[in-house]
């Protein structure tokens, strides 16, 4: 594909309603990150892949939280009981390699969450 | 743990004055700095980073220095033009992690 891709693109739901948001990485790019990113803030950390797994959760805001990721490609972001406060835009981001940073994260262009 | 500060929050110049924009980080293991620009409603974009083995790096109007010794790196904007009009947020990396740690951003406006 021509970048990531995430979808939907926009996401209206009630409070208490489970939500998943998936995230398409750029070809062969076996990283994966998911990040958080509320209204006028700046990024927040959430999760990492390396191919299918994730050695590093410890950004999950909570329990309600959680992340997966199949065939080191899709991954999906799912937000059970979802609260108003997390009403945010949530960003993908992948690169190319798997055991370094200093690689270029390219965005997806994110899925904004409302929670009414 | 690791923090990254960036300063100042919003920043107005005029078109063709220059903008600068600090960040400090607390992790001296850290040695990849990229900074991103998002215009309004779109994605982060990488527009310029320098690694730990280099104190300046030039790319056209844009400029980054880094400073290890204060653990702090700036971003220069010359000749600022309206289209520089974002948020421009920096990170940094520790060698052998996978972590991006943000600054929290800064909202440039270029007033023509």
């Known amino acids: 594909g021509a970048g990531v891709s995430q979808s939907p693109s926009n996401k209206v739901t009630e409070k208490g309603k489970d939500v998943e948001l998936r995230c398409d990485p750029i070809?062969?790019?076996?990283?994966l990150y998911w990040y958080r990113q509320r209204l006028g803030q700046g990024l927040e950390f959430l999760i990492y892949f390396q191919g299918n797994s994730a050695p590093d959760k410890s950004g999950l805001p909570s329990d309600r939280f959680s992340a997966e990721r199949t065939g080191e490609s899709v991954s999906t972001l799912t937000i059970q009981r979802t609260q108003q406060e997390d009403s945010a835009v949530y960003l993908c981001a992948s690169t190319a390699r798997q055991s370094t940073a200093k690689e270029t994260q390219y965005f997806g262009p994110g899925t904004r969450l409302l929670v009414l | 743990g690791e923090n990254v500060e960036q300063h100042p929050s919003t920043l107005s110049v005029q078109e063709g004055d220059s903008a600068v924009i600090k960040c400090t980080y607390s992790?001296?293991?850290?040695?990849?700095f990229p900074w991103y620009k998002q215009e309004l409603g779109k994605r982060p974009q990488l527009i310029i980073d320098i690694r730990s083995n280099v104190g300046e790096k030039k790319d056209q109007r844009i400029a980054v220095t880094l400073n290890k010794t204060a653990k702090h790196f700036s971003l220069h904007i010359t000749e600022t033009q309206p289209e520089d009009s974002a948020v421009y947020f920096c990170?940094?990396?520790?060698?052998?992690?996978?972590?991006?740690?943000f600054g929290t951003g800064t909202r440039l406006k270029v007033l023509a």
């Open positions: 990170a940094a990396i520790a060698s052998g992690t996978y972590k991006y740690i």
């Open positions: 992790d001296s293991a850290s040695n990849y």
């Open positions: 070809s062969g790019h076996t990283a």
